[in-house]
């Protein structure tokens, strides 16, 4: 069972700061920025390319959660990214689906052929 | 009006690469990769902080056409980034939500607080 599956079912230990139903949002314990939450699908999806139409509203869902917890944390009017990571191309470590929510200061950024 | 806005009346050329009734893909014209491209809804909305739980659908038709959009450019398999900017610290730079799909390459990436 994947490391977010587990986490899911509170088999090991996370800084969960919302949950319901459908969704997760934990804290990243590597953060690259003040803020650096991921939200996670309860259901063990792999990557964006497994999203079927009958998850669009599981995906919607995902952003929807992100936007209240940038205003929940003060980030809203400050700004922040969402940033979801795909295959080895993406950076993709962990192979279920998770968006990056990073913020809480001005963010440097460069995304380049490596 | 927004430039997205203009684009999608075309009022302004663009190279659009999908359109239907809710959302326009167009490739970016200064793009960090060899894919680059933005997924617009149709409709106005400033950032990801405007988006209302009625537009839940919308988001995920978002995520999903930027899916069907990278396999069809044949990238899913080696994978790809999907980013949100939201306001300033994100580095938005038009007041109208778009997300980008970058890949075609293996990325380099750097974010951290400037």
Chains 1, 2 share one sequence.
Not at 50 to 55: P, Q, R, V, Y
Not at 62 to 71: C, D, E, F, H, V
Not at 78 to 106: A, C, M, S, W
Request: charged share 30%; glycine share 6%; with cysteine.
């Amino acid at each position: 069972m994947c490391i977010f599956c587990r986490i899911v079912k509170k088999e090991i230990p996370a800084d969960i700061i919302y949950e319901d139903d459908e969704v997760m949002a934990i804290k990243d314990v590597h953060p690259m920025a003040p803020v650096h939450v991921l939200i996670i699908p309860k259901k063990h999806i792999e990557t964006i390319n497994d999203l079927t139409e009958k998850e669009v509203d599981l995906a919607g869902k995902i952003i929807l959660t992100a936007k209240n917890i940038a205003r929940d944390l003060k980030i809203s009017e400050d700004g922040y990214k969402l940033l979801f990571r795909v295959g080895k191309n993406g950076g993709q470590e962990i192979p279920h689906i998770h968006l990056h929510l990073i913020g809480g200061t001005k963010l440097f950024e460069e995304i380049r052929p490596a």
